[in-house]
């Protein structure tokens, strides 16, 4: 399950990380709304793999991802992230069903956590993963194949990826998993998960899915 607009709400927080982000890397304000642009269309993916792609320049890059994840990780300890609606019910039914359940996002770990700590979920999942040291972000399959491995998964056909952004949804294509969905509820639109197996209301959808009743 990827976290941010999936079963965390954003309510615009990336937006207001990134603004953060752009201010310190000293970035001309002509540029800045190309580049916000470019920021929503790759929602999903790995945020220091977007600021190189933003600013050509690893320190730069560096920089601004390191204030992202700063200015992100203050939203979230100042109480502005809050669960999807009937995340974490759904989460744990599928745990108390047998299922396994991995967070994934394209954050940094340290805000990844911070994100859990706030919400009171650091053990709600089995697993929480984040692009780092031999784990690529997305749309890699890395974050799916490495929470396979580490669960002790036996088959990647018995693996369910849900996510908002096309990079969640190809990414789960590339890993090999059944059921690829897309939800409503974060940077997506129907529009963008053509790849996706499923497009949910939101990850409440998801048991039904599981399910065989295919929403």
Known sequence: MDMAGTTVADDGLVVKAFTAAIETAGVPDEKYPGMLQYVIDTMGQSKITVFRALLDDETRAQQANSAFEAAYGDLVRAGECKPIPGAEDVIRGLRDNGIKVAFTTGFAPTTQQAILDA????????????????????????????????LEVTDVRQIAVVGDTASDVLCGRRAGASVVAGVLTGAGERDDFTEATHVLASVSELPAVLEGENP
């Open 119 to 150: 919400l009171g979920w650091r053990d709600l999942a089995d697993l929480a993963l984040a692009p780092g040291d031999g784990v690529r972000g997305r749309p890699f399959p890395d974050l799916v194949l490495t929470a396979a491995l580490r």
